[in-house]
């Protein structure tokens, strides 16, 4: 008899500040595989008793927080200097139970799911309380490789490479501010979202106190549907959120032989009770009455099936081997069929729960895929993938594929408006058509460039400046150019990197000045449902908070207007916040139901 971990699914808190993540509450079955019984007595009547626990819980996990600021590590990055400290890509924070099976949804749609139990402090220790602060972020862009500052160079054999991302992550955790650890033999599974979708990337870890990368496995590619856009392979099937019941109670037969063994500390798949018999199934063994007179030195028993168990009698080197089944006598089958019944019972209800929110979740699921499809379409997105992969360490991991650097390489000078020389200390190139960044340091230095394709080069110099290649200079490379003057302009540290955000997303053109963006709700107060409705489409995300501000609820969807069930929520005063995070976009307003 397998020993099998339940996983139940229930998103609950969310993040303060914009997204959610969900709990996803373990519930063990505790059987065992093979049990050893330590004596035995055989008697024509009498019994053991063990109970299967069978308990489904649910618990709230601590609601998460947002922190857009760069966390301080105790030991310094050597090799990981980001140019422009104050744009680096800043973490979220998510507080979890370390001894709680958690799945984390982030707002960038990643899952991270993180087996109970995985963290230790770094002296190898278990931890004095559970609650554990996971700061994670992620990469998806050249521009997001600029400002993070970290190596995207891979030597092999030798042979210098650039990687091409296909999404990067950085994930860490601690407690009491203190710096933890994965502990031995546990795996944090990642399921991020991307929107690059070949299939030939790699799965690499950024060894920071070596300055390297290291090759670790393939990546899991997954395509993105609407019945599987916010599945997480980390989940139960429902097949496997039922409770396993114990054996149905049996009465005993008088005029079958049946003996009771005693047992210390193991737990059996039968109902608890004074007397648990073992009936001999003479159909399946052979029996003779007088095994029931010897005094055995042993016993094994194991299970055969869900109702028979292998009994292997031991003495002076004679083995036995019979199969029996639990039985109940007269004054035991009423009792346990009574528990066995009232289990049974509330497994059926939980199973009801069970497919009730899986029924409810696939249905938002498909909704929501469809709003963010539309989404991704009109901004400009093809198309979408998972990529699914087991960490082993906390850090920064990328998944990738390393490709050659242009093989034409020229010495570049940099010019402003007035013809004068600029001096540069790193060069920085994006391949338009590839999603890579390559970094040329020093002043002095060759950069290497693919003149088949569209290409932006910009460059930091001493005095903090960011100065950004014309266009048309950068583009008209020849390929037996062992030289290249390219005019510039030059732009303070942080209106030049929005400026190299704009040049790699194609959005260097003049923004007209967006709409006011209104929102209201109605009606109020409400009975059933709240409308939710905005005076353009937008995606937005819409979070129920009680009057002492915790997070009850919330949804995502793109459009105007959102109806939402609120029915199951008691009558009272509520918060309802509405998020429109690519507008920086806030409104609160007070709500009733009655």
């Not at 109970?51 to 030991?75: G, H, R, V």
């Not at 003996?259 to 199934?281: R, S, Y």
């Not at 400009?380 to 920064?396: C, D, M, P, V």
């Amino acid at each position: 008899m397998e020993k099998r971990k339940l996983k139940i699914d229930r998103p609950e808190i969310s993040d303060n500040d914009i997204l959610r993540y969900k709990d996803f509450n373990s519930v063990v079955n505790k059987v065992n595989a093979t049990q050893g019984f330590n004596t035995i007595k055989f008697l024509s009547v009498s019994g053991i008793i063990t109970i299967a626990a069978i308990a489904l819980t649910f618990a709230f996990l601590p609601e998460t927080t947002e922190d857009n600021s760069q966390i301080a590590n105790n030991e310094p990055q050597t090799h990981i200097k980001p140019p422009i400290p104050e744009l680096d890509v800043p973490y979220k924070t998510y507080s979890i139970d370390n001894s709680k099976d958690t799945t984390i949804l982030t707002d960038e749609g990643s899952y991270i799911f993180i087996p109970a139990n995985s963290f230790i402090n770094e002296n190898g220790e278990t931890l004095e309380n559970n609650i554990v602060e996971i700061k994670y972020r992620e990469f998806h862009n050249p521009y997001d490789l600029f400002v993070s500052g970290i190596p995207m160079e891979y030597d092999s054999a030798g042979v210098d490479y650039t990687f091409e991302t296909a999404g990067m992550l950085d994930i860490l955790a601690f407690n009491n501010s203190q710096p933890l650890k994965l502990k031995d033999g546990k795996e944090i599974k990642i399921d991020m979202l991307s929107d690059n979708t070949d299939t030939d990337f790699n799965l690499y870890r950024y060894d920071d106190k070596e300055g390297e990368w290291l090759y670790k496995n393939k990546s899991e590619f997954k395509q993105i549907n609407e019945n599987n856009y916010l599945s997480n392979t980390t989940e139960p099937n429902i097949e496997n959120t039922e409770s396993k019941l114990p054996i149905k109670p049996i009465l005993s037969d008088k005029n079958k032989y049946s003996f009771k063994v005693d047992v210390n500390n193991n737990e059996n798949n039968f109902i608890n009770a004074k007397e648990v018999l073992f009936e001999i199934d003479e159909t399946q063994c052979e029996f003779k009455p007088e095994y029931f007179t010897v005094s055995w030195e042993n016993i094994d028993i194991s299970k055969i099936d869900e109702n028979n168990y292998k009994l292997t009698l031991s003495k002076n080197g004679k083995l036995v081997d019979l199969v029996a089944y639990p039985v109940y006598d007269n004054s035991d089958y009423n009792n346990a069929l009574k528990k066995y019944n009232k289990l049974n019972e509330d497994n059926k209800k939980q199973k009801r729960e069970i497919l009730s929110k899986r029924k409810q979740k696939t249905e938002n699921n498909k909704i929501l895929a469809a709003q963010t499809t539309k989404a991704f379409t009109e901004n400009g997105t093809k198309e979408w993938s998972y990529r699914s992969i087991s960490i082993l360490a906390l850090g920064i991991h990328n998944i990738d594929r390393p490709l050659p650097k242009s093989v034409v390489s020229i010495s570049p000078t940099f010019v402003d408006e007035e013809n004068n020389i600029i001096k540069t200390k790193d060069i920085y190139l994006v391949e338009k058509d590839k999603n890579r960044l390559l970094h040329f340091e020093g002043e002095k230095t060759n950069i290497s460039v693919n003149t088949a394709t569209d290409n932006v080069i910009w460059a930091l110099t001493d005095d903090d400046r960011v100065v950004i290649a014309d266009s048309e200079d950068a583009n008209s490379i020849n390929k037996d150019d062992a030289e290249k003057t390219f005019n510039v302009k030059t732009y303070d540290y942080i209106e030049g990197s929005k400026k190299v955000k704009d040049e790699i997303s194609g959005n260097n053109t003049t923004q007209n000045t967006a709409k006011k963006i209104t929102t209201k709700t109605f009606p109020n107060p409400f009975t059933s449902y709240v409308n939710i409705s905005l005076s353009d489409e937008k995606e937005c995300i819409v979070q129920l908070l009680n009057t002492q501000g915790q997070m009850l609820d919330n949804v995502k969807f793109y459009g105007k207007e959102y109806k939402w069930e609120l029915s199951k929520y008691n009558n009272g005063a509520y918060i309802i916040i509405i998020l429109i995070p690519t507008e920086s976009y806030k409104k609160t307003f007070r709500i009733i139901k009655k």
